[in-house]
């Protein structure tokens, strides 16, 4: 009688655990809302002023070709105010993504740096067409802000050629 119970017990155990409707979370639940907040920073370097104009941030997610535009503050930053510990929200969005595979900056004309006093243009070759691609493979899965922190490294993507003009080729790390 003993091994019948034990049998009967069992079998409605194994039962019970197979019940989809005692998972919280199945695969079909459409992702949670997630807010993705970009913020832009810089290492310390030696121009008086780099300025860089954003125009617009556009996002990529759950491996899908579909672009979403965040909140953006367009506008000119001058990344030097940005040191030391300082930040600056640039865009945000609310997205239900699973995951978050790229973000891409699109920037103006108004792009320039100051040396000795003097302010001069930046011109930036590809960013103004199609965007700045920063890749970033981030999950998003039961996150309720998601904090992506760019470090425009000015040092790195200043550069002052031949002619005395001087280009912008952005270098941007991931703070994560």
Known sequence: MKKIAFLFTSVLFIFASCNKDNDENTETDPPSPTKIMVYMHDQPNDYQQVNV???EIKIKGNGSNDEYDLEENAGVYNLLDYQNGLDTLIGEITVNYDTISQIRL?????????VDSVLYPMETPSSQQSGLKINV??????????????DFDANE???????????LHPVIHLDE
């Open 106 to 114: 699109v920037l103006g004309p108004e792009n320039s740096v100051m």
């Open 137 to 150: 493979q981030g999950e998003l899965t039961y996150v309720d802000t998601f904090i992506v922190v760019l």
């Open 157 to 167: 993507s200043v550069h002052q050629l031949g002619n005395g003009t001087y280009q």
């Open 53 to 55: 104009d954003i125009q």
